[in-house]
């Protein structure tokens, strides 16, 4: 469905598909669509499998951007792991989409986000890194993804996520989530001590740590 769009309320043009092909994988084949939003950040891209708008809630992950880990193979997070298991999860289930966002360190950017990892060098967690660098322990927003779920015709969806923040934004923006499923992959011991601050100061729902 490339070139399609989305409109707002006043019929402005607020959401674009600009793009969709065919993708192969290691998990699987998917079709992948490029969307673009109104604002200049605002880019996402969708691995889409099975029949969105069948009788079970497709099982979706909406995964931010991490180059350390997901492109670099970092133990400082969880993150490949946590895009790996997904990308099985959905391949196994009858339908399923993986979200994948431009919001790199938890919507900081990415080199404040190496700013933060060296304040993390000198002893600080996570959360008190983006603190001292100005910014929330989590600045991410959810509504850009809600708007892309809507129109790939996903409003009532299986989430994969350990985070209670991403389930709520979802369903204020108006995505229905029938299902919080874990996503908890096995991960190295060096990101421990980040998961602990995750479930101690962000109130994630880890079980393993």
Do not use: W
């Amino acid at each position: 469905m490339p070139q399609s769009k989305s409109h707002s309320r006043n019929g402005s043009a607020t959401l674009q598909n600009v793009a969709q092909a065919e993708l192969p994988t290691r998990n699987g084949r998917f079709t992948i669509y490029g969307f673009k939003g109104p604002g200049p950040q605002e880019e996402a891209v969708a691995l889409v499998r099975g029949k969105i708008k069948g009788k079970t809630a497709p099982l979706v992950r909406v995964h931010s951007q991490c180059l350390t880990g997901d492109v670099l193979a970092s133990l400082r997070c969880d993150c490949r792991a946590q895009l790996e298991l997904s990308l099985k999860k959905i391949n196994q289930a009858p339908s399923g989409i993986l979200l994948y966002l431009p919001q790199e360190g938890r919507g900081i950017g990415l080199m404040n986000k190496l700013r933060a990892y060296e304040l993390q060098d000198g002893g600080m967690d996570t959360v008190e890194a983006n603190q001292k660098l100005g910014f929330a322990p989590d600045a991410r927003d959810y509504d850009f993804s809600a708007q892309i779920l809507k129109q790939l015709g996903a409003k009532k969806i299986r989430l994969l996520s350990n985070n209670p923040d991403k389930v709520r934004q979802l369903e204020e923006a108006g995505i229905e989530v029938v299902e919080r499923v874990p996503c908890q992959p096995r991960v190295h011991k060096i990101s421990h001590s980040y998961l602990r601050t995750k479930k101690k100061k962000m109130g994630h729902l880890l079980d393993r740590v």
